[in-house]
């Protein structure tokens, strides 16, 4: 094998390195930011369908604050208000936590809409039966909400994978700032950012599908 061979196979081979580790750093920051958001979103979408008007205006306060500023400057607030107030997070942690309030925002609307789309004379049969406010969400209303809640959620966070590049502004290296130093280092920006592409389609198509499989056994065991 001739030398310039050799260097191209050694190129590429750092290259697909830099970008796994980029791609496994892009993938368990949306993980935990999904977890975190997901909490988070739980208890805004639950706020928003309670009884008590101040739980509900405090939380359409939240998802305005979160849904009307962009992603970009929640990472920046998170990351460099976090050493005002003396906590200093360092990339990774203020991504995950500016991604788990942006998602919070997000998923606690999707989620307050399932809620609010399963008929009301299901939740009212539920109370003439006895059940409590928390009996009914879980036994009956969630799991009706949760086949109409799937797909927006599925949704949300495929561009909650991709919106993870924009961590690269606070310091933190994911797959697009990875393929952003090998590019510098190897000029080689239609093959770097190509296979940045790929992993993130790779990434996000599984979402996709397990999505689609989970509507349709969902609808299968809703027609019973």
Do not use: H
């Not at 990351?79 to 997070?89: I, K, N, R, T």
């Not at 998923?107 to 009301?120: H, K």
């Not at 049969?125 to 086949?147: D, I, N």
């Amino acid at each position: 094998m001739s030398d310039t061979n050799t260097g191209w196979l050694g190129a590429g081979l750092d290259a697909l390195t830099g970008l796994a580790k980029g791609a496994a750093a892009g993938s368990v920051v949306p993980g935990l930011g999904t977890i975190g958001g997901g909490l988070i979103g739980l208890a805004i979408a639950l706020m928003r369908v309670s009884p008590s008007r101040a739980l509900r205006w405090a939380a359409v306060a939240y998802i305005r604050v979160f849904q009307g500023t962009p992603l970009l400057l929640q990472l920046f607030l998170v990351f460099f208000g976090s050493e005002l107030l003396g906590a200093g997070l360092d990339p990774y942690a203020a991504a995950v936590l500016g991604l788990s309030l942006n998602a919070g925002a997000f998923l606690g609307e999707i989620w307050r809409g399932s809620i609010q789309a399963v008929p009301p004379g299901q939740s009212e049969a539920a109370r003439a039966l006895g059940m409590g406010y928390g009996a009914r969400m879980l036994s009956v209303v969630g799991p009706q909400a949760l086949r109409v809640a799937v797909p927006p959620t599925v949704g949300f966070l495929v561009n909650l994978v991709k919106s993870t590049s924009l961590a690269a502004v606070i310091g933190f290296v994911e797959l697009t700032r990875a393929g952003q130093l090998l590019n510098n280092a190897t000029f080689r920006p239609f093959a770097i950012f190509g296979c940045v592409a790929l992993i993130y389609f790779l990434l996000c198509w599984p979402l996709t599908l397990a999505s689609r499989r989970l509507e349709l056994r969902l609808a299968s065991a809703y027609k019973r």
